[in-house]
């Protein structure tokens, strides 16, 4: 399924971005291009995390911007970025250097892209990834041997 | 059997992986337990044996009267963390 996966469509490495906000505005935008969200959902996220606290930092380092459906999402979708200056976010102390957002349409569908987020945290990739400098170097972080 | 409910804001995805990694934790020790997720408006109403959620949302349960366990993690899918705090309260309700 289009945007399940990885790709250099959804994939933008080393993005500058002054804000969390912002952050979440370009990896957001991905989705939207992706045809997985309207740019509302990518509004909701960034309403949500105010409301609610960064409920999007998973682990160290690592966001995963998301919100619920009815704000915008079509279909199950996600992207990655990683940011050449950590942003931070109101309420944690740690910086954030890799955000993957993603789309879901029902509490439970998109549990594959969930386990990738998880196998990267326990396989310990985040701050590899974080350094990735081209699409070809974050395949070759994130492949299972 | 032994519920165990993850929450957090949208309750699908920081709570699901949550539940994720409390279910490698749970099959490591060797405990069999129901998991679900939600989100944090629908956790008044909800039935659990024990509640797990992000730091973030401690005081915002401060408004439910939860009458079972409530975990709050630093980081939602830190088996780590999950085990150290998960363990003693399996130990108190006699799931381990």
Known sequence: MEGLVLT???VKLQVSADSWEEAVRIGGQLLVEQGCAKPSYVEGIIRAVK???PYIIISDGLAMPHTRPEEGAAAIGCSLITLKEPVLFEGDDCPVKVMICFSAVDSESHMDILKMIVEFVERGLI???AKAETYEELLEIIKTK | MLQI?????AGLGSSFACQMSIDAVLKELGVEAKLDHTDISSVGG???DIILSGKNFEKQFERYNLDCPTIFLDRLVDKNEIREKLTPVLKELGAL
């Open chain 2, 5 to 9: 409910l993850t929450v957090c804001g």
């Open chain 1, 51 to 53: 409301e609610l606290g």
């Open chain 1, 8 to 10: 250099e469509k959804n």
């Open chain 2, 46 to 48: 909800a039935k659990a």
């Open chain 1, 127 to 129: 701050d590899d990834i």
